[in-house]
């Protein structure tokens, strides 16, 4: 499977608990983005990456969050101190080239419940 | 920013029947328009996108349509097959923007 990869598909964690995601990109993608979608919306604009640089974030992203793309191949999401409004899906996309104009392709994404 | 909305929320068609969604957006800026079908417990799935630079294109059963001056662009299906029941998600973006801006979705049903 070539496409974009995320694990866990699903969390279930208690509040003030700390989470983690994986998103592998699809090979040789360039740009990954994080994005978060509740029910009922559309999905919204977290963070991107280009390479292993983290280059816009949104104000959705507070400082209970943070991401990192270390070798510019996987990412990692991680949420501090889970509320119960993280619950959400997060969803990973990645694009191949280098500018803005790309098409972007969605992983499954990774389904949160805080309790 | 950019605004998009999509009508109908929910739309019911007969299998064999076309189905039609349209969305509108704000930014006069934008200059890409993609469209996502996102199946239960799945990611959005691009389906098909036009630029600004064009008028229509169609994919086999599927095809979308751009009305700049109106700013609003809408995917046509036709011949509708059980498998295309799903939530449709339009998006937008402009040149040199890294953000895709959706829509809320539209949940069509197709009835066999």
């Known amino acids: 499977d070539t496409g974009v990869s995320q694990d866990p598909r699903h969390k279930i964690t208690k509040r003030g608990q700390n989470v983690t995601f994986r998103c592998d990109p699809i090979?040789?993608?360039?740009?990954l983005y994080w994005y978060r979608q509740t029910l009922g919306q559309g999905p919204e604009f977290l963070t991107y990456?280009?390479?292993?640089?983290?280059?816009?974030k949104s104000r959705l992203l507070s400082d209970r969050f943070s991401a990192e793309r270390p070798k510019g191949s996987f990412s990692t999401l991680e949420i501090q101190r889970t509320e119960q409004g993280d619950s959400a899906m997060y969803l990973c996309?990645?694009?191949?080239?280098?500018?803005?104009?790309?098409?972007?392709?969605f992983g499954s994404g990774t389904q949160l419940s805080v309790l | 920013g950019e605004n998009v909305e999509q009508h109908p929320s929910t739309l019911s068609v007969q299998e064999g029947d076309s189905a039609v969604i349209k969305c509108t957006y704000s930014?006069?800026?934008?200059?890409?328009f993609p469209w996502y079908k996102q199946e239960l417990g799945k990611g959005p799935q691009l389906i098909i996108d036009?630029?600004?630079?064009?008028g229509e294109k169609k994919d086999q059963r599927i095809a979308v349509t751009l009305n700049k001056t109106a700013k609003h662009f809408s995917l046509h299906i036709t011949e509708t097959q059980p498998e295309d029941s799903a939530v449709y998600f339009c998006?937008?973006?402009?040149?040199?923007?890294?953000?895709?801006?959706f829509g809320k979705g539209n949940q069509v049903v197709v009835i066999p």
């Open positions: 930014d006069s800026a934008s200059n890409y």
């Open positions: 998006a937008a973006r402009s040149y040199g923007n890294n953000r895709l801006a």
């Open positions: 036009i630029r600004s630079n064009v």
């Open positions: 990456f280009q390479n292993e640089a983290q280059l816009e």
């Open positions: 090979s040789e993608h360039n740009r």
């Open positions: 996309a990645s694009s191949p080239g280098l500018s803005a104009n790309e098409k972007l392709f």
